[in-house]
């Protein structure tokens, strides 16, 4: 019998309600997939602002719900099950999701489920390609930086990640100190668009070192200075330097994570001989330029790049429907959902310094 589930996102700045359906062979169709966004309410500050996201998330997520049921012409009685973002993400928003499902639940007797916001995501490629496990994932957001080795369901282990920001975050900061507007991956990445990649010299960080850790507010930093360094000797900037430095940084993001992608590659490999699937997910994975850059690098290795469509690499409902319908379909059985700020994937890998600490996304 094919399984249809609700899915709610609320953990960052999208309110987000989908409807998937899961047929017996595994293949994953979207019903419908409502995503409001609160670009609006965060622009003047440059980032998101938890408490007016966490506000905005409980005015809406009913009316979220309201529209992806009508959008997937459904009502509640043809439903097998909800799914929610139980965590990681701002706590705020995260609660006012789960209160929503909970009560969605009670009323509905319908069972519910809470997802990992990170599985959403690691799973989405099941959802749009039906990928076989295992997987090597690239996740990349706002708030995460991760090479995951997918094994299977709830099988995820950390190859290696950020030490510092994520790429979602840099992409972001970076619009900051150019006054692009939030958010900044899809502002830099249009004006990156007539820039010159080579005019500026920027780092590479942690290429020398083995492994598949990367680090990026070193790069931050060098994108600051060349601002400053025009600034003073000119007395601002001209539109084409803010297209160069868009130009210049975002090559530097798609050169180090291209690079590290053929380390993991190499490491998933030696694990899982037979694997040649690198899936991206993640709302940088919306980028071209990275996934051009990833696409040329899993070619040479071999693998063939699985990136979704972007709407399902931004946050979305669909994905928390998928890896709830996943649970489902395995015979696991719900358990008591509580929202959790902090939820790894790989719950053994010791955290690395900083990473996953910082960043409002998740
Ligand atoms: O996955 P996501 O929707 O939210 C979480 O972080 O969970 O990712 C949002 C991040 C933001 O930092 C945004 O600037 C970045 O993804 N992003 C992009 C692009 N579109 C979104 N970064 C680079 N290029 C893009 N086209
Ligand atoms: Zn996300």
Redesign the pocket.
């Known amino acids: 019998m094919p399984l249809t589930f609700l899915g709610l996102e609320s ?2 700045d ?1 309110t987000a309600a989908a409807v998937v359906r899961r047929h017996d062979d595994g293949r994953g169709e979207v019903l419908s997939n409502t995503v409001f966004g609160q670009e609006d309410l965060h622009a003047g500050f440059g980032g998101v602002v938890p408490e007016i996201a966490a506000r905005a998330h409980a005015e809406r997520s009913d009316y979220a719900v309201e529209q992806g049921m009508a959008a997937a012409g459904l009502g509640f009685s043809d439903l097998d099950g909800i799914a929610v973002t139980a965590g990681p ?1 701002l706590i705020g928003g995260v609660m006012a999701g789960v209160m929503t499902a909970k009560g969605l639940a009670a009323g509905t007797g319908l069972p519910l489920w809470g997802v990992n ?1 990170l599985e959403g ?1 690691a799973l989405t490629p099941r959802l749009t390609d039906a990928v076989e496990w295992p997987f090597l994932l690239l996740l990349v ?4 930086c991760q090479f995951l080795s997918i094994e299977g369901l709830g099988a995820y282990k950390r190859l290696g990640g950020t030490i510092d920001d ?4 840099a ?2 900061k970076t ?1 900051r100190l150019l006054g692009l507007g939030f ?4 502002a ?2 249009k004006e990156a668009a007539a820039g010159d990649p080579r005019r500026f010299k920027f780092p590479r960080p942690l290429l020398d070192r083995p492994g598949c850790d990367l680090s990026f507010s070193g790069l931050k930093t060098a994108v600051a200075r060349a601002c400053d360094d025009l600034t003073e000797a000119q007395g601002g900037l001209h539109s084409q330097d803010r297209a160069d430095l868009c130009a210049g940084f975002q090559t530097a993001v798609s050169d180090v994570l291209s690079a590290k992608a053929a380390r993991a590659m190499a490491a998933f490999r030696a694990d899982h001989p037979q694997a040649a699937v690198l899936a991206v997910a ?3 994975a ?3 330029h ?1 996934r051009a850059g990833l696409d040329a690098e899993a070619a040479m290795q071999g693998f063939r790049l699985i990136a979704p469509p972007l709407k399902l ?3 979305n409902g669909a994905m928390i429907a998928w890896a709830g319908l996943e649970r489902a379909a395995a015979g696991l059985e719900t358990g008591p959902v509580s929202p959790r700020p902090r939820w790894p994937l790989d719950q053994s890998a010791s955290p690395i310094l900083g990473s996953g600490k910082k ?1 409002a ?2």
């Open positions: 953990s960052c999208e993400g916001h995501h957001s706002g708030g995460h994520a790429p979602g975050e992409f972001d619009a958010p900044g991956g899809p830099v990445e993640g709302g940088v919306a980028n071209q990275l690499c931004t946050d960043g996304k998740a």
